[in-house]
């Protein structure tokens, strides 16, 4: 999500500054002519069963990893409760690794002949997407089967790319291509049947709502704004269909939408909306937030499905971001209950990715360390020789 996040970010930036520039030019021309309340009324199959209790784990039961060829590029996320994926960058080229943390053994998935610049785990973890670049000003994505076998694989004039696959068909990937100069163009990535088909889409973060829908915020370019109406589309068909107003940012997984937006009555605090799929409020939340020169610093977060629980980074007050030295409680909120869990304090907010059972989480922009959240214990993932 890190990576997806920091696209959006340099996309909006740009934006964002343009539409003030012509905003600040015809000002100038014209004056020289003159709250947390958890919500469960929802049936048990959206919100899931209790999970067994998952097993514990202790500092002594990781092994950090052991680069076994090249210089360490990051770890890439999770692909079962105790393995995960981690790139190394080689003279030429890049490679990909299994990695389990328990036994500290790590396994080649596949060798890149360019500098990999990300990879991407599907929803079920049965599919993995390498996003490589032979040059600037092109791209290439390869889908690998879990045991690294090449299933589909593409070139793309893209000076960066933005992904979205859709956990309820993993067939099908959103692919959005940007210029040097942030224009886009948006694809659907058929990877079963091997066909990559543009489509035409008013922005180019949107996300999976179901199968066939999407949502995206539908910022309005030629009048910079702070919040913008959510709405939804059929990707294979014209029409859009509002949802909410005011909305700062948007995310989906598989059977729920998270919004976030302002509180009315209290302005320092944003709202954390939880909803499934089928538009059904699950919860809510609410956070102080910090502002930023384009608008509201947003903390990283993630959920876990199968503890049906949403992780973030929380400020303590509220304020501009650039004067904030605080630092962030990592709290987990479920969805079910509404209990609240602060695993640890004054941290960095910084990307975040858990394991499927919560147990722990990868941290870091590099996500190269790991929490082991109920012992409360941070643990680095690499290891410098000095």
Known sequence: MGKRKTTRKKYYNFIFLFCIIIFTTILSSCSQEKESEPHSDIEE??????????????????????????????????????????????????????????????????????????????????????????????????????SGKETFSKQIESFELALEWNPYDENAILVSSFAEDWTYSTYLLNVSGGELTKVNLPEPFAHWLNKKELVFLDWDENNPGLLAPLVKKEIDKPGETALFENIIEVSTFKNLLITVSVNREKPDQAIYTFLSNDLKKVASISFPHLSTFSGWLVPHFDFMETARRFI?????????ADNYASGFQLVSHDLKSGDETIYFQGMDNEPISCSPDGMMCLVGYQLEKLLILNAKKVIPLTKTDV
Request: proline content about 8%; glycine content about 6%.
């Open 45 to 146: 199959k959206d919100i899931g069963k209790n999970p067994p209790a998952p097993t514990f784990w202790d500092e002594q039961a990781i092994t950090p990893i052991k680069i076994p060829d090249g210089a360490f590029n990051r770890v890439n996320g999770w692909i079962d409760n105790e393995t995960v994926l981690f790139t190394t960058n080689l003279s030429q080229g890049s490679n990909v690794f299994t990695y389990n943390l328990r036994s500290g053994e790590s396994s080649l998935l596949y060798e890149s002949r360019s500098p990999i610049v990300d990879v991407h785990i599907s929803p079920s973890k049965r599919q993995f997407l390498i996003h490589s670049a032979p040059s600037t000003y092109a791209g290439v994505i390869t889908v690998l089967d879990r």
């Open 312 to 320: 973030t980074f929380r400020p303590l007050s509220s304020g501009e």
